[in-house]
């Protein structure tokens, strides 16, 4: 609130010194060459002009009353700060002519809840959506290869974000502070994640970072209360300090071959840490790498006592580990349930893996992995859900253009189709499987009971998805994402997935 309170203090000051005198409509717009370089209207719903190939920096800066924006074909560029700190904009639409937006362009406009990006954008530019509070989902365009510092910081009620393929090194502080982030999904191609970049994601389930990241910034991760699966490059030679500090609820790490130290601050007050693995690359170990890891109890260390002894590594007699279990010449963690190695007893799918690979439900990614944290698409999760229910064999012929002979979710997308869990032409089996999507397959299987309203600010009444939240949530399927949250349009992760089939019909 004092973040607010300075800030429209702030605009209140420059809108006075900036006021311009009573005009005529067509004056609303200060246009040279092309540029708009001031807008002076009401506000209210603003289309820019035809003729303008430009938005300068700062046009629309401090506009209070400005509600929507769109930006037509022919506009290339928008400026520095073309729409910050506009407190009453919740919409702009952006024509794909525009390849370039500035520096802070939508900075501190709390109530932008929609944005329509340009496929021509090719970065993000830095500070972008900063404090953009309301904005809850956006789809950055696959042609874009740089994401700038800051880009998405602070932004509250962001909850999934996938960055696309040609991303190949995510900046400092980009989501930064976003409290309500859920899931991301990281492409192969990143090669770094910079200082504080997902600092203080509190809702931050679980990571897998790719196999081509080499470094990990400074608490790149640190404040992430609810990380419970954690799963790093192969090829990661750099960790910062404090990288991971105070993610609550990690239970296990292994780091891989390769890391050469675990610096100051690294894992501490990692308060559920139970076991980590250290291989024997990693020739120094900080004294306060694991401090405040209450939980700590096995230590597995791919050397020989020597060569623990002989480098720059925690002192045995150290408080530290002092109850601590140091297992030598070990290979990995023991896997923990099923076999694999992501999959910890006290995580909260860890039964439903359990009865999805005994059930021939599915299997892992790997003989090691599970992958609990992968997102699922529409094929996969009514497979799941069609071998769940027996693997019937449907009765009729493929309806589906989308669907070719001989694909593995083949029969299942019949089924779906005749037992009414998806209607239309098109099967759509690529598209990503939201929460709402998974809840209400399982609802129409049930039969479509009635139930009680479901009590998520996220899911409206009159949602199309609501009866099935609110019977999922009564039969004990689901109790949501915390922060009285379900977050409907996050996609279906494979923990989430498994543990919603288990409850509704183990």
């Given at each position: 609130?004092?973040k607010?309170?300075?800030?429209l203090?702030?605009?209140?000051?420059?809108c006075?010194?900036?006021?311009?005198?009573?005009?005529?409509?067509?004056?609303?717009?200060?246009?040279?060459?092309?540029?708009?370089?001031?807008?002076?209207?009401?506000?209210?719903?603003?289309?820019?002009?035809d003729?303008?190939?430009?938005i300068?920096?700062?046009?629309?800066?401090?506009?209070?009353?400005?509600?929507?924006?769109?930006?037509p074909?022919?506009?290339?560029?928008?400026?520095?700060?073309?729409?910050?700190?506009?407190?009453?904009l919740?919409?702009?639409?952006?024509?794909?002519?525009?390849?370039?937006?500035g520096?802070?362009?939508?900075?501190?406009?709390?109530?932008?809840?929609?944005?329509?990006?340009?496929?021509?954008?090719?970065?993000?530019?830095?500070?972008?959506?900063?404090?953009?509070?309301?904005?809850?989902?956006?789809?950055?365009?696959?042609?874009v290869?740089?994401?700038?510092?800051?880009?998405?910081?602070?932004?509250d009620?962001?909850?999934?974000?996938?960055?696309?393929?040609?991303?190949?090194?995510?900046?400092?502080?980009?989501?930064?502070?976003?409290?309500?982030?859920?899931?991301?999904?990281?492409?192969?191609?990143?090669?770094?994640?910079?200082?504080?970049?997902?600092?203080?994601?509190?809702?931050?389930?679980?990571?897998?970072?790719?196999?081509?990241?080499?470094?990990?910034?400074?608490?790149?991760?640190?404040?992430?209360?609810?990380?419970?699966?954690?799963?790093?490059?192969?090829n990661?030679?750099?960790?910062g300090?404090?990288?991971?500090?105070?993610?609550?609820?990690?239970?296990?790490?292994?780091?891989?071959?390769?890391v050469?130290?675990?610096?100051?601050?690294?894992?501490?007050?990692?308060?559920?840490?139970?076991?980590?693995?250290?291989?024997?690359?990693?020739?120094?170990?900080?004294?306060?790498?694991?401090?405040?890891?209450?939980?700590?109890?096995?230590?597995?260390?791919?050397g020989?006592?020597?060569?623990?002894?002989?480098?720059?590594?925690?002192?045995l007699?150290?408080?530290?580990?002092?109850n601590?279990?140091?297992?030598?010449?070990?290979?990995?963690?023991?896997?923990?349930?099923?076999?694999?190695?992501?999959?910890?007893?006290?995580?909260?799918?860890?039964d439903?893996?359990?009865?999805?690979?005994?059930?021939?439900?599915?299997?892992?990614?790997?003989?090691?992995?599970?992958?609990?944290?992968?997102?699922?698409?529409?094929?996969?999760?009514?497979?799941?859900?069609?071998?769940?229910?027996?693997?019937?064999?449907?009765?009729?012929?493929?309806?589906?253009?989308?669907?070719?002979?001989?694909?593995y979710?083949?029969?299942?997308?019949?089924?779906?189709g005749?037992?009414?869990?998806?209607?239309?032409?098109?099967?759509?089996g690529?598209?990503?499987c939201?929460?709402?999507?998974?809840?209400?397959?399982?609802?129409?299987?049930?039969?479509?009971?009635?139930?009680?309203?479901?009590?998520?600010?996220?899911?409206?009444?009159?949602a199309?998805?609501?009866?099935?939240?609110?019977?999922?949530?009564?039969?004990?399927?689901?109790?949501?994402?915390?922060?009285?949250?379900?977050?409907?349009?996050?996609?279906?992760?494979?923990?989430?997935?498994?543990?919603f089939?288990?409850?509704?019909?183990?």
């Amino acid at each position: 609130m004092r973040k607010r309170f300075l800030a429209l203090t702030l605009a209140l000051g420059l809108c006075l010194g900036l006021a311009a005198p009573a005009s005529a409509a067509e004056q609303d717009f200060v246009i040279e060459n092309g540029v708009l370089t001031r807008y002076n209207g009401p506000g209210g719903d603003v289309v820019i002009p035809d003729g303008v190939t430009s938005i300068g920096d700062d046009a629309f800066s401090y506009c209070q009353g400005l509600t929507s924006v769109t930006v037509p074909n022919g506009v290339t560029t928008i400026g520095a700060r073309a729409f910050s700190w506009c407190f009453d904009l919740t919409e702009v639409t952006i024509a794909d002519s525009v390849t370039n937006i500035g520096n802070n362009a939508f900075w501190s406009s709390w109530e932008l809840a929609r944005v329509k990006l340009p496929s021509g954008l090719t970065s993000i530019a830095n500070n972008l959506f900063a404090a953009c509070d309301s904005l809850s989902e956006i789809s950055i365009p696959d042609g874009v290869t740089s994401i700038g510092y800051g880009a998405f910081s602070e932004c509250d009620s962001l909850t999934s974000i996938t960055i696309p393929d040609g991303v190949t090194s995510i900046e400092g502080n980009v989501f930064k502070g976003c409290e309500n982030l859920t899931s991301v999904t990281l492409p192969n191609g990143i090669t770094s994640i910079g200082d504080n970049a997902f600092q203080d994601c509190e809702n931050l389930a679980g990571i897998t970072i790719p196999d081509t990241v080499t470094s990990i910034g400074q608490h790149a991760f640190s404040g992430c209360k609810r990380m419970s699966s954690l799963t790093l490059s192969q090829n990661l030679t750099t960790i910062g300090n404090s990288a991971f500090f105070r993610c609550e609820s990690l239970t296990s790490v292994t780091i891989p071959d390769g890391v050469t130290s675990i610096s100051t601050g690294t894992f501490s007050r990692c308060k559920s840490l139970a076991n980590i693995f250290i291989p024997v690359s990693a020739a120094y170990v900080s004294r306060s790498a694991f401090e405040g890891c209450e939980s700590l109890t096995d230590l597995y260390y791919g050397g020989s006592p020597a060569q623990w002894e002989g480098t720059s590594h925690l002192n045995l007699d150290d408080y530290i580990l002092e109850n601590v279990t140091i297992h030598y010449n070990a290979q990995a963690i023991p896997a923990a349930v099923g076999g694999f190695t992501d999959v910890q007893e006290n995580a909260y799918y860890a039964d439903a893996v359990l009865w999805a690979v005994d059930g021939g439900v599915t299997s892992g990614t790997s003989a090691t992995t599970f992958s609990p944290d992968n997102t699922c698409t529409t094929a996969e999760v009514l497979t799941f859900l069609w071998r769940a229910s027996g693997s019937p064999a449907a009765s009729g012929g493929n309806p589906y253009a989308d669907v070719p002979a001989g694909a593995y979710y083949e029969q299942a997308a019949l089924w779906a189709g005749e037992e009414g869990l998806v209607s239309g032409s098109a099967f759509g089996g690529g598209a990503p499987c939201t929460r709402a999507d998974a809840v209400t397959y399982l609802w129409r299987l049930a039969g479509q009971p009635s139930a009680g309203a479901a009590d998520f600010a996220d899911v409206p009444a009159g949602a199309d998805f609501a009866p099935a939240v609110a019977w999922a949530v009564e039969q004990g399927v689901t109790t949501g994402t915390g922060g009285d949250r379900f977050s409907p349009d996050t996609t279906c992760t494979r923990g989430q997935i498994m543990t919603f089939l288990y409850r509704a019909l183990a």
